[in-house]
């Protein structure tokens, strides 16, 4: 067999190049809760904790000082709290600690990019993306129109970017068109566009109490084979007016990214990598399959090669280290 181009292994010259991220690329995902001094563990993801208001500056300074230029921001409320509208999302004369949070941060961390999850689940008692119609079927139109409403109501409480996740038919249309009436506001639109109906969700499940009661959630989260689909979701997403689209989860979908790119290479493209990715890989290294620092790096240089231009990641506080 021929050598590999003697260049290709010389020490003193790389032909390739590192393609680790940046800081700047990194978004954190917070999950949020009320009351006070919480912080609260989840079983199945390693450090990642459900923090009340009150304790996210002293968690969140020493990533800033370390370069954290963004946050994903969730809420979680007790089941008490659900109803079949998810009214504690937003929007109807209610607030969450997620508009609490948003207020607080945009405050103390005026540099710190808030995107915030706009979704239902989290919030409604039968624990869909969208509102249910009396027979129990997923009405697409009364779910739009209420996922506005919530998006509007995180730009009003200081959001710097509403990332939907719901996967309703044209809501970022709908989001656009009701931000678009609030020119003040300038809140762009991040588009769970590519959204596969994966395995990988499980702990986040946990963290958020948001599984579906009945039925799961293949009817509106892409069937993972198709790659059509996928395409399709990320270019009707773009003529909607979403500012930036997503691959969800990533590592099984790298190619879907990569298209992504080719096919709109002006657009930035984020991918999720998501809690099952995490805690997989945590899982694998606490078994001595590998080092967790090397498979993360690794994982992270194969986003970058692929055309990614923002990685939300659970990984984002150890990433902070590893990229010095
Ligand atoms: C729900 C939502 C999900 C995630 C973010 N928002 C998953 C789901 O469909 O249940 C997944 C994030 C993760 O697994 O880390 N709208
Ligand atoms: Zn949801």
């Known amino acids: 067999m021929d050598k590999l181009h003697p260049l290709f292994v010389h020490p003193t010259q790389k032909l390739w190049n590192s393609q680790l991220p940046r800081k700047s690329q990194l978004v954190y995902p917070l999950f949020v809760v009320d009351g006070e001094n919480q912080k609260q563990?989840?079983?199945?993801?390693?450090?990642?904790?459900?923090?009340?208001?009150?304790?996210?500056?002293?968690?969140?300074?020493?990533?800033?000082i370390k370069g954290l230029k963004a946050v994903l921001i969730f809420g979680v409320i007790g089941n008490e709290d659900k109803d079949e509208f998810g009214s504690m999302a937003g929007g109807l004369g209610k607030e969450s600690c997620v508009h609490k949070a948003l207020r607080l941060l945009k405050q103390?961390?005026?540099?710190?990019?808030?995107?915030?999850?706009?979704?239902?689940?989290?919030?409604?008692?039968?624990?869909?993306?969208?509102?249910?119609t009396k027979d129990g079927y997923l009405d697409n139109q009364a779910s739009i129109k209420r996922l506005s409403e919530c998006a509007l109501s995180y730009a009003q409480a200081g959001a710097d970017i509403v990332a939907p996740s719901d996967m309703m038919d044209n809501r970022v249309r709908a989001i656009k068109e009701l931000l678009d009436q609030h020119p003040n506001l300038r809140v762009p639109i991040m588009s769970y566009s590519s959204k596969f109906c994966s395995a990988l969700y499980g702990p986040f499940r946990d963290v958020c109490c948001s599984a579906p009661q009945k039925f799961d959630r293949s009817s509106y989260q892409l069937p993972p084979g198709s790659r059509q689909?996928?395409?399709?979701?990320?270019?009707?997403?773009?003529?909607?007016?979403?500012?930036?689209?997503?691959?969800?989860?990533?590592?099984?979908y790298l190619d879907i990214a990569a298209e992504i790119k080719r096919r709109h290479p002006d657009t930035l493209l984020a991918c999720y990598h998501v809690s099952g990715e995490y805690s997989m890989?945590?899982?694998?290294?606490?078994?001595?399959?590998?080092?967790?620092?090397?498979?993360?790096?690794?994982?992270?240089?194969?986003?970058?090669?692929?055309?990614?231009?923002?990685?939300?990641?659970?990984?984002?506080?150890?990433?902070?280290?590893w990229l010095e």
């Not at 990320?234 to 969800?248: F, I, P, S, T």
């Open 229 to 252: 689909l996928a395409l399709q979701a990320a270019e009707r997403d773009l003529k909607e007016g979403a500012g930036y689209v997503m691959v969800k989860p990533i590592t099984a």
């Open 41 to 64: 563990p989840i079983n199945s993801m390693p450090n990642i904790y459900r923090y009340s208001v009150d304790l996210l500056k002293e968690l969140l300074e020493p990533l800033v």
């Open 281 to 321: 890989l945590h899982a694998g290294a606490e078994k001595k399959l590998f080092d967790l620092k090397r498979v993360v790096l690794e994982y992270m240089e194969g986003f970058i090669r692929s055309g990614i231009d923002i990685i939300i990641t659970y990984f984002t506080p150890e990433l902070l280290d």
């Open 108 to 132: 103390v961390f005026p540099q710190l990019l808030l995107i915030t999850d706009v979704c239902l689940c989290a919030y409604t008692s039968h624990g869909h993306c969208g509102i249910l």
